[in-house]
């Protein structure tokens, strides 16, 4: 039974594995996604900034593989701040990883001069949810027995490229950590997920991987149909649906909007987008014509106006007067 009195929009925040009933609109990609990273062992999942990667992450990749017997670390990243009393690290790139790994309550300098390969050998769960660095451990202690492999899901890897850059020179041994991790433990699969406009840059690192990043999977521009299901589904989930047609036109108006906003430098290939939680990036002030796909940004937009608006008969009430950007839509 849901309360009605609740929003079922996450807003500008990226969706939990608790918020996964909340998502919709990327079904067809989720299990396009699922299936890459079954097959291989070290998928390249990368879109344009905004567009929902950490979302995909958590509220269908993540549950995914949980249903199909795969279980997974918690999503690491590599950047961030040597934490208080440790000064020296080997690799500042790796140790990231291995702390955002760690939930225990020990000392980080356990590990501060370890190899990726060595901490993964020796993380532990008792539940498979929280995990901790544990020096007496032997071997993996991470996938139960009946699981083929396990996964290591690495969220805004663009960091690589855009953190500690005076430590540029540590990126190829943290290529090479990775591979060793990988060829010492064949039950480890790996998913780094990053912004397109840095895909280019691992090119120079590719060949320390025994995969040489061939396997990739590009999540598109949401298109018209799936934009309706993140605006329509979630209200008719909590039993308060637009009334017909509202949720068209809205969608429908919003493609129109022009605005003036901040906005990250152009994605390879592509138009610039709005900065946002996951966007890594610089923003440089550019106007430019707007259209909706940018699910961070609709998601916001949903937070604020659809819940209020959802039963409303005349859109125009709803979008007259805003200057919303919602990112980049692919063509009706």
């Known amino acids: 039974m849901t309360n009605p009195a609740a929003n079922p929009y996450v807003g ?3 969706f939990t594995t608790e918020q996964a009933h909340l998502f919709f609109g990327r079904e067809a990609e989720a299990a396009q996604l699922l299936a890459v990273v079954i097959s291989e062992r070290l998928t390249l999942f990368y879109a344009q900034s905004g567009a929902g990667k950490s979302s995909l992450l958590h509220a269908r990749l993540i549950p995914n593989l949980k249903a199909a017997g795969i279980p997974t670390l918690p999503v690491g990243r590599v950047s961030g701040q040597l934490p208080p009393g440790v000064s020296q690290v080997d690799n500042i ?3 990231n990883l291995m702390a955002s790994l760690d939930n225990g309550q020990g000392d980080p300098n356990r590990f501060s001069r ?4 060595h901490f993964l050998a020796r993380l532990t769960s008792h539940d498979g949810r929280s995990f901790y660095y544990d020096e007496q451990a032997s071997s993996p202690a991470v996938a139960p027995a009946h699981s083929p492999d396990y996964v290591l899901i690495i969220d805004q890897f663009e960091e690589i490229l855009t953190s500690h850059t005076e430590r540029w020179s540590e990126r190829a041994d943290f ?4 591979d060793q991790a990988m060829t010492a433990d064949p039950l480890l699969r790996v998913v780094l997920t990053l912004r397109e406009d840095y895909v280019a840059g691992l090119d120079p690192y590719s060949q320390l991987l025994a995969g040489k990043l061939r ?3 590009y999540m598109q521009r949401m298109g018209y ?3 309706l299901e993140a605006v329509k589904n979630p209200a008719q989930a909590f039993d308060r649906p637009f009334a017909p047609g509202v949720a068209e036109s809205l969608v429908d108006n919003l493609r129109q909007i022009k605005t003036q906003t901040s906005l990250n430098p152009p994605a390879a290939g592509g138009s610039s987008l709005p900065a946002s939680d996951d966007s890594g990036g610089q923003p440089a002030a550019v106007g430019a014509r707007r259209v909706i796909g940018r699910v961070a940004g609709l998601r916001h937009f949903c937070r604020t106006i659809c819940w209020q608006a959802s039963g409303i008969a005349d859109s125009g009430m709803i979008t007259g007067g805003l200057g919303l950007a919602l990112g980049s ?4």
């Open 12 to 14: 500008p925040r990226t």
């Open 93 to 95: 790139f790796a140790f």
């Open 114 to 117: 370890v190899s990726l390969s």
């Open 175 to 178: 290529f090479q950590q990775l």
């Open 215 to 217: 396997a990739r999977f």
């Open 225 to 227: 149909d799936a934009a």
């Open 329 to 332: 839509l692919g063509p009706k």
